[in-house]
């Protein structure tokens, strides 16, 4: 409102134009929208900062969302926004206010200060208190963003140590391999069997050098193959196709292979436990085949 008195409207006017009915409408404190109707994500933004001041960085998912997370903003969704620890603005509204003294130098996108991915992203996971959407927003974070597993672990340990629980867990599955939220979901699971550890995401070639498939988790020793398929992708087009190829490149170099939608690994853990262990002795029964595994499995070492 104090630009608006600069203009020359009077905060009489201001205040009669925000009452219901009116042509305006007041966000937060001192900031007035110009217009009736729902506000865009870009304005809440927008007033956020001009409530919290020159000295603001948004960060968590909306953070996120503006460097290129693939995520929409549920309805009510607060705008998440840093602070210097001396300045005294507080949370109002739908603005969430937090107060430290680790101020990350923004970068600049869609003309907005953001902190950066690393921090946005575990500003985010530390209000959150369930480990499966922690888990699917740093595996998102690290394929859509491109943040580093090694980059993510440096911030949790810089900063507060409040909340770092489940996101620290959730952070060495991805680190061991899992690719998606599912596939850290997947190794819980395995770790119930007490099966050898499979190999995570390394590629399957047969005797000749040919490209079988990458599986999501690998037992080379007995040549099992455990896939997570999404109906989403996998049984629909075009990736169905590309799975029903994938599976008779399986099936043609003689590889065993487990099927998994992600929904069981939540809803029955027991009997897809259950089905991993059969397949494994049914693959040990028989002679091995002459597939090759790409690589080695590397287990990445954060002093953790």
């Known amino acids: 409102m104090a630009h608006l008195e600069s203009l020359g409207v009077p905060p009489g006017t201001s205040y009669r134009r925000c009452l219901p009915g009116g042509p305006w409408q007041r ?3 001192g900031v007035v929208l110009l217009r009736t109707g729902d506000p865009t994500r870009r304005q809440l933004v927008e007033g956020a900062l001009l409530h919290c001041g020159d000295h603001a960085v948004v960060t968590g998912l909306e953070s996120c969302r503006r460097q290129g997370l693939k995520r929409e903003a549920r309805p009510g969704e607060p705008v998440h926004v840093l602070l210097p620890l001396h300045l005294k603005t507080t949370s109002n509204g739908y603005v969430v206010v937090e107060r430290t003294k680790r101020m990350p130098a923004p ?8 902190a950066p991915v690393a921090r946005a992203v575990l500003d985010a996971c530390r209000r959150m208190r ?3 959407p922690i888990r699917a927003l740093l595996a998102e974070a690290v394929q859509q963003l491109g943040a580093e597993p090694a980059e993510l672990f440096a911030e949790l340990e810089s900063g507060s140590k409040r909340g770092t629980a489940l996101p620290r867990a959730a952070l060495l599955e991805i680190a061991s391999g899992a690719r998606s939220a599912a596939e850290a979901e997947a190794m819980g ?22 490209h079988i498939a990458t599986p999501d988790a690998w037992w080379d020793d007995v040549a099992l193959a455990w896939e997570i398929d999404s109906y989403e992708f996998h049984f629909g087009q075009p990736g169905y ?19 998994t939608v992600p929904s069981r690994l939540r809803t029955a853990p027991r009997a897809v436990t259950e089905e991993l262990v059969l397949a494994y002795q049914a693959a040990a029964a028989r ?18």
């Open 27 to 29: 966000l937060l404190p």
């Open 107 to 114: 970068v600049r996108a869609e003309g907005l200060p953001l």
């Open 130 to 132: 369930e480990r499966p």
């Open 189 to 210: 699971v395995w770790r119930r069997t007490g099966l050898p550890e499979p190999v995570w995401n390394f590629p399957l070639h047969d005797e000749r050098g040919r």
């Open 241 to 259: 196709a590309s799975t029903l190829a994938r599976n008779n490149r399986y099936a043609a170099a003689g590889v065993a292979l487990v099927q």
């Open 287 to 304: 002679p091995r085949p002459p597939v090759v595994l790409s690589g080695r499995h590397k287990r990445l070492v954060h002093g953790l």
